[in-house]
Each structure stands twice: as structure tokens, then as C-alpha cells.
């Protein structure tokens, strides 16, 4: 599998960059075709590239993405291994596991599908409808995002991204600032606001991302811009925290807010996974395999949308390893394998009998 994986790799693919990532997807067709004997259709859903294995209207979806958060050139070098250890630009999130799919679906028969997508890193605007309209005709889904440690994920936190603009009104900083309308100190005071719609009890956090203000350092900054990643594994609360943050106004009455974005990916519950969950474990133990273990975990996928859509889901199901979005991003050698060869056995296994 390393072969593959190291073209998939080398062949950067940030997802705001539509050529890479078209790239990206013909060269998986070119090696799905080496592999599996028979190419991926490469479709255009929306004005993103998506690879297409299988079935139209699988039984077994296997969902996957191949863009990355990596901008060309940011992470060195490209493709590193030492001993167990291989690093590099989507490696864990989620090349490996695209290629652990592949090589698993050597010798299945049946109805069975691998789709990737490539705006999963920004929302999977372009791709929902589809995840949507695929999960819900089909038994089971199988997300090939990364594991944590191992473990499979049984429950995700739900999302939702904002934007706030502030318009306010320059003057200069040292002779007359009493004239401007500051709005660095008006996106202060919404950050600080932010903090209070944070709630422990149900995982929900509300984080200023990326922020810019002003544009020279001796003017009274007339326009801010801020993002906002909100989370929980409650569906009310991301409700709670939208319509807080589309209330919000400026302190000062000469700034003004503009406020777009909204919910995003609803939380994946644990009611969604917990049959596949025990019959992935029945299959690790008949394959010799150590139990895989479950977690339940901040960052959403696919699987939210398939669960969404009243699928029967299970995540987490790629590579083992650690440092998503991170630059100490890698992916364990020696579980590719494990991985793959148990993937197999559980879409034999879900394709030769019904999911209860």
C-alpha cells in the first residue's frame, strides 16, 4: 500500500484548490484501476471532483474524503518514514485510509461503494446532498476517517461556523482617535462574549478562530473580521449558541455587525453507531484481532450528515496514528495491514447478512 500512498501524498490537495484536488482525485482513479482492476468514475457534484467506486445505490457505503487542510508547500518534507512512522500532509486525515479502502475491497462482491469527496475539510458544502441521499439507501456506512488511537468513534460533536464583520470608521490613531470608530476594540468585546455561550455539561464550545483587524499600525482599524468554530454533542445547544450569536450587536452604536454562517454538521450519536460498533467487534475477535475499542470525540465528519440521514454509521474505521491538522501528522506502518485485512472481513460480513 505504500506505493499508492505516497503518490496520493506527493500529490498535494488543499481543498480551496480546485485543479489539486482534480488532480487528486484521477490519480486515485488511476491506482483504484491498478488495484481493483476496474477505474472510479470521477463525477462533478456541485463543482467538486468526487471519486465513485461501486455501486450507484451501494448497500455498503464506504465514505472517504481526499483533500487535505495542508496549503501546497506548508508541510516538510512531503513523505518521511522512520521505523513505524510515516509522515506527511494528510497522511492520518485521511490518505491512508482511503488506501486501507481500497486494498479492503479486493475480492468483495456485492453492493458496495467507495465515494470521496474533497471539500470535507471546509463543511462539505458541495457534498452533503449526496452523503445525504446515498446514506439513507443504504444498510451501513463506513467513514475512513482516522481512528483515535486505534479506537473507532462512535459519537462526534455537531458544528456550526460563523463569521462576524465589523464595520466601523477610520481615523487617525495619534491625532484625533476620539473620531474613529475602533473596531478592534467592538471585535474585543464580541470575543469575550463568545466565552460566555461555552458549556461544559454538554462538550459545547464556541472558539475565535481566525481574526484580522486594521490595516495600518497608526489607524483607528475600521473594519474586523473574525471566525467562530461552535461544537457540541447537543443538537439544542448548537441551536442555543446560533441564535445567540445572530443576536448579537455592537456596543458601540456607530460599529456595525454583519454576521453570516450558521449550523453545519449535526452531532453523530452514539444510537447511530452502537450496532455496527458490536458487530465490528464480533469480527475483529473471529479475525484474532484485539478488541478495537470506542471514543466519542470533538471533530465531525461525514458521518454526521449519514447519521443525519438515518443511516447506521461507524467512524474512525482508517489509520492509526495521531497529529491531525497538526505538523507531527502520522500514520503507524504496521496497522495499515490490520486495518485493511479487517475492513475486508467487515464488509464481507455486512454484505452476507442484513445489519439488525
Request: charged fraction near 20%.
Amino acid at each position: 500500500m505504500l506505493a499508492p500512498l505516497e503518490a496520493l501524498v506527493r500529490c498535494e490537495s488543499p481543498t480551496d484548490d480546485l485543479d489539486a484536488c482534480r488532480e487528486v482525485v484521477r490519480l486515485a482513479s488511476d491506482i483504484a484501476t491498478r488495484v481493483l482492476g476496474v477505474p472510479a468514475q470521477i463525477k462533478e457534484i456541485e463543482g467538486r471532483p468526487v471519486f465513485w467506486w461501486g455501486d450507484e445505490q451501494p448497500d455498503v457505503l464506504i465514505l472517504a474524503h481526499l483533500d487535505t487542510v495542508w496549503p501546497h508547500g506548508s508541510y516538510q518534507p512531503l513523505w518521511e518514514i522512520k521505523g513505524d512512522v510515516l509522515r506527511g500532509p494528510g497522511t492520518f486525515d485521511m490518505k491512508a485510509g482511503f488506501i486501507q479502502a481500497l486494498y479492503a475491497l479486493k475480492g468483495i462482491e456485492g453492493s458496495v461503494a467507495l465515494v470521496a469527496t474533497t471539500d470535507e475539510e471546509t463543511g462539505s458544502h458541495a457534498s452533503k446532498a449526496l452523503i445525504k441521499d446515498l446514506s439513507s439507501k443504504a444498510k451501513a456506512v463506513l467513514v475512513l476517517e482516522a481512528s483515535l488511537d486505534g479506537k473507532v468513534k462512535t459519537g462526534r460533536k455537531g458544528t456550526a461556523m460563523y463569521q462576524i464583520k465589523v464595520l466601523g470608521l477610520a481615523a487617525h490613531a495619534g491625532l484625533e482617535p476620539e473620531k474613529g470608530v475602533n473596531t478592534t476594540t467592538e471585535i474585543a468585546h464580541t470575543i469575550l462574549a463568545l466565552s460566555s455561550l461555552e458549556s461544559a455539561e454538554h462538550g459545547t464550545t464556541v472558539v475565535p478562530t481566525l481574526l484580522h483587524s486594521g490595516n495600518t499600525t497608526n489607524t483607528v482599524p475600521d473594519i474586523a473580521v473574525l471566525d467562530i468554530d461552535a461544537r457540541s454533542f447537543s443538537q439544542a445547544e448548537l441551536e442555543r449558541v446560533d441564535k445567540a450569536i445572530k443576536n448579537f450587536t455592537a456596543v458601540n452604536p456607530k460599529a456595525r455587525l454583519e454576521i453570516t454562517g450558521g449550523l453545519n454538521r449535526p452531532p453523530l450519536q452514539p444510537s447511530s453507531t452502537k450496532a455496527l460498533y458490536e458487530r465490528a467487534e464480533k469480527v475483529a475477535a473471529a479475525i484474532g484481532m484485539k478488541p478495537l475499542g470506542c471514543a466519542e470525540v470533538g471533530g465531525a465528519s461525514d458521518g454526521n450528515f449519514a447519521a443525519a440521514a438515518g443511516a447506521q454509521v461507524l467512524d474512525g474505521l482508517g489509520a492509526v496514528g495521531g497529529g491531525a491538522h497538526a505538523p507531527t501528522e502520522w500514520v503507524s506502518l504496521s496497522s495499515m495491514q490490520e486495518r485493511s485485512d479487517f475492513l475486508h472481513a467487515f464488509i464481507k460480513d455486512l454484505l452476507a447478512k442484513d445489519v439488525s
